[in-house]
């Protein structure tokens, strides 16, 4: 008997994603993996507990992880500017905060909600409290502090991107572009990893899997105005909304992408509190990290692709 099992693979469950996976269905890589779709924080916890063997992780729970894990160089969640999808909402402009504003933290975010602590504590001198909520956009602003409500609410994923799009009279921040005019580099909101036991044991697979991503990426790129029409299907959002949305997503891991990533590593130590655990804290990455995945002598996928120079420098040139 065949005792082989398909490698357990993540799955975001957010629009930003499609691109990534629709090319999956086009090559028939789709029906060689154990897909688990899931919202971020929970495919985060599964691959660190050993209950998936690669896919996306918040880049957050990465470097928390990051002795049990390797990456791949694509694909990435990142923008180089605005990303459209990770918001700090609030009742008043930024400007109008008070100084010790209630902030209420989507409860599935990692990463984008630590983004928001660091701009509003670090560049905009405010010392909010805080509390975790449901995602959405109600439960975040109205629902929260018992009741009370939050000057303002750190969203992501589909929630965010609506809200970006019908605001409803609330002040909408985009915090991808804040970082970038903060620090000057792209945001870098998940990454691929592999569980290093797992690379070990199956380097080959990895190096499929992988293949496989970077093809799936690619054959969106060319099938784009597809993806877009099978999106506006079946999602509350335009045609040409979803297409300036995935234009702006980033696919894959370039030099400056990992400066941005290493940026972000080296203020994330300076934090405690994130997720379920408030002591938890971000180790520093080691020096010359992020570690990638190595398929073997001769075959490590060490240096990232550079992105290409025509059209969107996002997509991973193949
Ligand atoms: C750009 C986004 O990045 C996401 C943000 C995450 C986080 O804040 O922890 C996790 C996964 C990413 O898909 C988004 O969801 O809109």
Known sequence: MNIARRPRVGHIAFLNCMPIYW????????????????????????????????GPITLVEYLRHADDLVLIPDP?????????????????????????PRVALASHSRTGVLLGRMLLEDRYGRKPSYTVTSPDLASALEGSFDGRGADAAVLIGDEALRVHHDPQGHHVLDLAAEWRDW?????VFAVWAVR?????????????????????????????DEVVASAARWE??????????FDRLQFGLSERHLAGLREFASRAARYTGMGPDPASRIAALPEGGPE??????????????????KGNPLWPSS
């Open 236 to 245: 509350p959002f335009e045609p040409a909304a979803l297409a300036e949305y």
């Open 76 to 100: 990435a969640v990142a923008a180089d500017g605005p990303v459209l999808s990770v918001n700090l909402v609030s009742r008043v402009p930024l400007v109008e905060l008070p100084a010790a």
């Open 196 to 224: 290093r036991d797992y690379a070990e044991a199956s380097p080959g697979i990895v190096k499929d899997v992988h293949l496989a991503f970077t093809e799936s990426v690619r054959r969106s790129r060319e099938e784009i």
């Open 183 to 187: 620090t000057g580099l792209p945001m």
């Open 292 to 309: 990638f995945f190595a398929a073997g002598p001769g075959a490590r996928i060490r240096t990232p692709r550079t992105p290409a120079k």
């Open 23 to 54: 090319g999956l269905a086009r090559t028939g890589a789709l029906l060689e993996l154990d897909l688990h779709r899931a919202a971020p924080d929970e495919l985060s916890r599964l691959l660190v507990d050993g209950d998936l063997d690669i």
